[in-house]
T-cell receptor, first 111, second 113 residues
């Protein structure tokens, strides 16, 4: 099962794009990449997921490299309310696609 | 997410007491999970259940037990609470399948004195 590596923290200016990287070099061909975020002490919130193609929804965009070994979550116009811990997750395929949460990236959006 | 509710939201108890945390969902999902989060750290899986008759231990099940009373209800018990079980506890649900998005409750803040 693939593991993910994320930087522990990042800063972003309000109104600018936030680009959060994730490495998942051992991902296999049928494993999805999920992104969640957790705003201080609240329950984690699903953002987006993808397999091969880039994905976009009302919250964010997900860019997956062609070799699928890394991905980037993009918040196009970060606001102060986007300050949160962002988790990049590859589900455990040998446990019913269960999600496990590592340390994530703490994104601080600054005025 | 209002579809996943947890009770109580806050609880302070003493060492040795039995505590039950409850989770209910109206999403109609088969899968339910209990996670623990210590301050400044990521989530750790305690137990999970893929249907009413299925219960599985997660990473940190020692000192905890669970009961899946119905599809919509999944309870977590601390038989004899200890101070290092002071943490935030989250319940989550998911539908299952190839893309299995989890939906989380608001959390229970438990303090064991």
């Amino acid at each position: 099962d693939a593991k993910t590596t994320q930087p522990p923290s990042m800063d972003c200016a309000e109104g600018r794009a936030a680009n959060l990287p994730c490495n998942h070099s051992t991902i296999s061909g049928n494993e999805y990449v999920y992104w969640y975020r957790q705003i201080h002490s609240q329950g984690p919130q699903y953002i987006i997921h993808g397999l091969k193609n880039n994905e976009t929804n009302e919250m964010a965009s997900l860019i997956i490299t062609e070799d699928r070994k890394s991905s980037t979550l993009i918040l196009p116009h970060a606001t102060l309310r986007d300050t949160a811990v962002y988790y990049c997750i590859v589900p455990l395929t040998n446990a019913g696609n269960m999600l496990t949460f590592g340390g994530g990236t703490r994104l601080m959006v600054k005025p | 997410d209002a579809d996943v509710t947890q009770t109580p939201r806050n609880r302070i108890t003493k060492t040795g007491k039995r505590i039950m945390l409850e989770c209910s969902q109206t999403k109609g999902h088969d899968r339910m999970y209990w996670y623990r989060q210590d301050p400044g750290l990521g989530l750790q899986l305690i137990y999970y259940s893929f249907d009413v008759k299925d219960i599985n231990k997660g990473e940190i099940s020692d000192g905890y037990s669970v009961s899946r009373q119905a599809q919509a209800k999944f309870s977590l018990s601390l038989e004899s609470a200890i101070p290092n079980q002071t943490a935030l506890y989250f319940c989550a649900t998911s539908r299952g399948g190839n893309t299995d998005t989890q939906y989380f409750g608001p959390g229970t803040r438990l303090t064991v004195l």
